[in-house]
């Protein structure tokens, strides 16, 4: 593509550059423009955009436009890569007389909504759209934003452009540091980022958490939602009373497969015990493989969803399911606990001394926290998610997760310092699995979901595995949504007592 010609697929061009730049062809992407419509004059302006990419963190459009008759400038920053698997949220703690809190980096996808609780204050995914910015730029940018209008305000809704004045001095405090507050920066698609100048260290003042995303989020981003099993009867019932309006024969409907499970719960409940377990294992396999359908999470094209229940010897029941997509290639899977939920916690302390430590095996849940003592590393609940691996395999999903959520500390513009910090902590990291010394690794679970294989014939005799049950805690409770779970009427409904 030459400059200046047109511009076809972003998110193409995108893996085209970065393709090159792995192969060491060229080092520098090349720039595009564009002729476009200034919305301000009505004149033609230019748009230049570079499609580049962020050291180990995502694919980007950079995006400048400039209009020479009202020279009205504007940039913006789009994601070119796929949207991540899980939702983020930061939450950055910002204290008063703390400036230099205010000029940390931040990355706001156009999906990406920050909010100033203090302020009772929202920056909508709409503004601001695909900014890079920092603290203190996305706060000046939204005062310079909502203070333009305020000469035309003044004369035709004076008590609200009052109402601004006095919101945007509190706004501009926030700005100069006079106050304390709260920046939270939420993205459903998990592109966005705020800058941890500490890390791999954990910043007192910055937690991110990763959720799954909702219907409603899922919609707002493209995907293909359909709709849940307790939607459709009323979906039915619209499309039915529609066809008696229009005096069309309705047909009445049976959910589909309701019959034959009908009679087959019938004959369960009328035959006897042996001879419907004979029945049962003769048609199934104890861990027969379902599927279900689902949606691509790089494509939104539909795709299928594989899973099958088992059970892994001094652990518990688990859920195993692997999604493929034929049409771009995409493969995730992941592992969920079955069963109740244990009354305690779990924390599982392997001291690594030798390869077959290494060698372990490892089921980390999504709920899981994992620390390693000697490099003053802790990963929070939900980093990484739910994976099945060993000892060096997580170290090595660490490492690279690390390198992509803080890619800016090795990026060309970082100080000398940041990159020698995050080189150094490499080598330290990667020290862990070439057994240069004895090591701790500790994954703490509060769902006591997640497993370390042992050695040994039993866990008894594993002397470099450890495994502790403890009482949570009313955070850990409130966390998981168990202080307001009540389950009396199962239990009732089960017939089980205390």
């Known amino acids: 593509m030459e400059n200046g010609g047109p511009l076809i697929d972003i998110g193409s061009a995108a893996e085209t550059v970065a393709a090159v730049e792995e192969e060491e062809v060229a080092s520098v992407a090349p720039l595009h423009q564009i002729e476009s419509l200034c919305m301000r004059c009505g004149e033609n302006g230019t748009t230049r955009l570079l499609l580049t990419r962020i050291p180990h963190f995502r694919e980007i459009v950079l995006m ?44 706001k996808s ?27 730029g996305i706060l000046v940018r939204a005062a310079d934003e909502l203070e333009s209008l305020q000469e035309e305000r003044k004369k035709v809704d004076p008590v609200t452009a009052e109402a601004i004045d006095e919101f945007l001095t509190k706004l501009r405090s926030l700005v100069s540091g006079n106050a304390a507050f709260t920046f939270i920066l ?17 910043d007192p003042l910055l937690s991110i958490k990763f959720y799954e995303r909702t219907k409603e989020q899922q919609a707002s981003l493209g995907f293909l939602v359909e709709s849940s099993p307790e939607e459709e009867p009323e979906r039915q019932a619209d499309r039915d009373a529609l066809a008696e309006e229009n005096n069309v024969n309705v047909v009445q409907r049976e959910p589909h497969g309701s019959v034959g499970a009908l009679a087959g719960r019938r004959a369960i409940a009328q035959g006897k ?48 399911m692997a999604t493929t997509c034929d049409m771009c290639g995409y493969r995730s899977s992941e592992l969920k606990a079955g069963g109740e939920i244990p009354e305690k916690g779990k924390r599982i302390t392997v001291y690594v001394q030798n390869i077959e430590d290494l060698s372990r095996d490892v089921i980390k849940s ?19 998610g739910g994976i099945v691996t060993t ?19 090795l990026g060309d513009s970082s100080d000398d310092w940041k990159r020698k910090k995050w080189l150094d902590f490499k080598s330290r990291l990667a020290k862990l699995t ?10 703490d679970d509060a769902l006591a979901s997640s497993f370390v294989s042992f050695t040994t014939d039993s866990v008894e005799d594993d002397k470099r595995l450890v ?13 998981l949504g168990l202080n307001d779970m009540d389950t009396s009427s199962a239990d009732n409904a089960y017939g089980r007592t205390e």
């Open 366 to 384: 999504d709920m899981a926290s994992v620390k390693v003592p000697e490099l003053d590393l802790e990963l929070a609940s939900g980093t990484l």
């Open 64 to 107: 400048a436009f400039e209009c020479p008759h009202c020279n009205e400038r504007n940039n913006e920053v789009q994601f070119a890569g796929e949207l991540q698997p899980r939702g983020c949220c930061y939450r950055l703690e910002v204290p008063a007389g703390r400036s230099e809190i205010l000029n940390r980096q931040v990355v």
């Open 467 to 479: 495994v502790e049950e403890y009482e949570r805690t009313w955070e850990q409770n409130e966390e």
């Open 391 to 409: 000892v060096e395999g997580l170290i090595t999903k660490i490492s690279e997760n690390l390198e992509r959520v803080h890619g800016f500390s």
């Open 273 to 320: 015990a042996e001879d419907v377990a004979a029945a049962l294992c003769r048609y199934s396999a104890p861990e027969e493989v379902d599927t279900l359908p689902s949606t691509c999470g790089a494509c939104a094209a539909g795709c299928v969803t594989r899973f099958y229940s088992t059970k892994i010897p001094y652990f518990r029941e688990v859920v195993v």
């Open 186 to 202: 939420d993205d459903p698609a998990g592109n966005s980022f705020i800058e941890n100048p500490l890390a791999p260290s954990l």
């Open 110 to 136: 156009d999906s990406a909504t920050i909010r100033v609780p203090e302020l009772d204050f929202e920056i909508p995914p709409e503004s601001q759209r695909g900014r890079l910015s920092t603290v203190e």
């Open 434 to 443: 070439s057994l240069e010394e004895p090591w701790t690794l500790i994954i």
